[in-house]
């Protein structure tokens, strides 16, 4: 989702990146401040409860930015950009620490490996799926409002437009007498889709909170190398000295006392 927030801070808002960044903190600081904190917290407490309740926190931010009007400003992301950074905070330790923790220390690079490959896979094709509905539904809440418009035979190509941020671009081949009207229905369909991919992500997040705190299991974890195989350790052959016959005589314990001459 950070994608399409920051769509909406510099397209639809107008913000410069600079500014936009500034309205970015109220996530990326709770991520700062409570990830030295999970960190901690992952040697001391089961991490499935890390996991699912820092899930749990996304969860609850995503529903909370999932309510934006036609007017909503930054501030209308606020109450949930705070709780949904204070999530990734709690999850993100829990997550790299899970990876490894599962598997023998020989293992450990393998297994970081494959989690910030599957971290990587989810980034893109959470970005492809939920572009394909953003635009998608973008395009389903133009066709009608624009209908009777010159901008109704291109309304494909205007509805990319807004889904990727070039709105103001394809807002020059609109006729000038149209063109705030279709700025408008731009506006509102970004909006109405932003809200629509954000309830999809809460269903995602919540799914990974359930599975977080039922899936992860404390018996699953590796507290170290396999335990070294010890071998039978042979009896100890008392050392033979030769006797005043010529035979081979056994040592006790008293000559081992007995000072040599």
Known sequence: MFLYITLFFQNVLGFSPFQAGLRSLPVTMPILLFSPLSGRLTARVPVRLLLGTGLAFVTVGLLLMGHLSDSSGWTALLPGQIPAGIGIGLATPALASTAVGVVRPQLSGMASGAN??????????????????????????????????????????????????????????????????????????????????????????????????????????????????????????????????????????????????
């Not at 959470?126 to 009608?144: D, E, R, V």
């Not at 007498?177 to 229905?185: F, I, L, S, T």
């Not at 050392?239 to 000559?255: I, K, L």
């Open 116 to 261: 910030n490959t599957a971290r990587q896979l989810g980034l893109a094709t959470g970005i492809a799926g939920l572009g394909s509905i953003f635009q998608s539904k973008i395009q389903s809440t133009l066709t009608p409002l624009v209908a009777g418009m010159p901008a109704s035979s291109h309304v494909h190509e205007l509805a990319r437009a807004v889904a990727s941020g070039g709105a103001g671009r394809a807002l020059q081949s609109v006729p000038p007498a149209d063109r705030a009207k279709v700025a408008g229905a731009a506006h509102h369909a970004f909006v109405t889709s932003f809200n629509t991919i954000a309830l999809v992500s809460v269903a995602v997040a919540a799914v990974g909170c359930v599975a977080g705190y039922a899936l992860v299991r404390s018996r699953d974890f590796v507290g170290g190398g396999p335990p070294a195989r010890t071998e039978p350790s042979a009896p100890v052959s008392a050392p033979a000295t030769a006797s005043s016959s010529g035979g081979p005589e056994v040592a006790t314990p008293a000559d081992a006392s007995r000072p040599h001459r």
